[in-house]
């Protein structure tokens, strides 16, 4: 009777062993089946807040739940994590985490000029490293002509009257329309990305002397304005200061001054003053790195009413 | 009156009776193999509850799973930062010792408390299921090379052992 029990008692053990084996197994099995893939990735950075855009899909035959997100400065070596909480997927579901949707990691004096890598975690515990957008992919599809430096935004060319002197009107919204009044003075508002192609991850600089060319094929008259400074609330500065765009960064550039590198109001401001047709370029001047940097880039078309 | 009896019990050459002495083997047999039974239940216990604590720290090991989310060295000083994720089905996953070694060396520098990922310390000093955490490992033997292969091993109180790879 001792030895059965024994033996029951053996068995007993034995069973509930090999249940939490068999438990581990499958806990291990759906590990390995959990595939999620990171593309399209790519970074923006403001401030310390590394913005990550990337578009996730599972791939893998179980729901799938996605815990951090890891970013690491390789430029100098430090990095930050952010929790993600409810995002999960099922088998073949896609998540874009784009726009708003974008993930936002604090990294201590990141730079666009650095270099990112970031991966998620699960919480299965496996690793997902996101795979970078192809640079080159972006320079011919956003970039003017695909040669240069910077892109530019057809989406958010806007246009800008004066409130006053210095202040403009509408700011920051403007109008966004290709139609340019004639008989009003007018700041131009560009939105440009350093794209620096050529590996070196290079800041650029523009000078006083980048100006925005407008000109009319039909009467052959052309206008240009500066570019010009503006404040967070809309102020037109008056005096130039280098703008500096990382690689990588987006930037918004004015135009607004008859003045290379000053701006002193009303004397300074600027109307089309011809009705038509214009074509529109920019004439960017700076530095790139320790070299020196000019583009010009025909850009847009308006019509002055 | 006892006392006069007794030389009479034991010099008295007369046979006890067939009833009497099968009674008394009885009675001797049944004790001993009462006192054997219980020896044997008592013997039996004991394996039981042995082997119930083997397999019970066997099982509860076999639960255990710990991931590296990350390991940093370097900057700005010469320690090392080791992230982990319980991602096993059991709680309290203590560790007991990190060993930092590549295929010449090996080291068993000291650890600090496990905090959370925000900093604070955990109270428990060990991680449940789902919960993440990191200690820093300081005073290595010698200081790692740059860009040189090495694997940092976790052993926990349990007996489970974790190790991830990484570049100093």
Known sequence: MVSTNVLLWTFSQNAQYTQAAKDVNQDEADRRNEKIVATDGDYSVSGNEVTVEVTLTNTGAVAAQIINLWVFDT?????????LLNLSLNPGSVADLTGDEAIVVTVDEANPG??????????????????????EDVIVAQVAQGIGYLAMDFDTFRYFEYASDYMLK??????????VPTAEQVVFRIKLTNFDPSGGNRSL?????????????????????????????????PTYSDIVIEFRETTYVYFASASDGTFTGNPDQKKPGTGGPAA????????????????????VSVYCT | MLVRRIPRIIFDKRAVSNVISATILTGVVI??????????????????????????????????KLIFEYVFYGNPSDDITVYLLNCGTIDDVEIKNVYVSNSTWLS????????????????????????????????LSTNLKTGAYYCVKVVTVRGATFDSNFVA
Request: charged share 15%; aromatic share 16%.
């Open chain 1, 75 to 83: 430029s100098i070596q430090t990095y930050n994590y952010t929790s």
């Open chain 1, 114 to 135: 650095h270099d990112f890598i970031s991966w998620f975690v699960t919480a299965r515990g496996n690793t997902i490293a996101l795979e970078k957008e192809e640079l």
């Open chain 1, 170 to 179: 509408d700011y920051p919204a403007g109008s966004g329309s290709y139609i």
């Open chain 1, 205 to 237: 600089t523009l000078h006083s002397h980048s100006l925005l060319w407008m000109y009319y094929p039909a009467v052959g008259k052309q206008v240009y304005w500066y570019i010009v400074n503006v404040s967070a609330n809309g102020t037109v500065q």
């Open chain 1, 280 to 299: 529109i370029n920019l004439l960017l001047l700076g530095t790139i790195g320790p070299d020196y940097y000019g583009q010009n880039i025909p850009f």
């Open chain 2, 31 to 64: 004790a001993l193999s009462l006192s054997m039974f219980t020896w044997a239940q008592g013997r039996t216990s004991v394996y039981n509850s042995e082997y119930r604590e083997t397999v019970d720290a066997e099982t509860a090991k076999l639960k255990e």
């Open chain 2, 108 to 139: 068993n520098p000291s650890f600090s408390t496990l905090k959370f990922l925000n900093g604070t310390e955990i109270p428990d000093q060990d991680l449940d299921v789902g919960e993440e955490g990191y200690f820093v490992l300081s005073q």
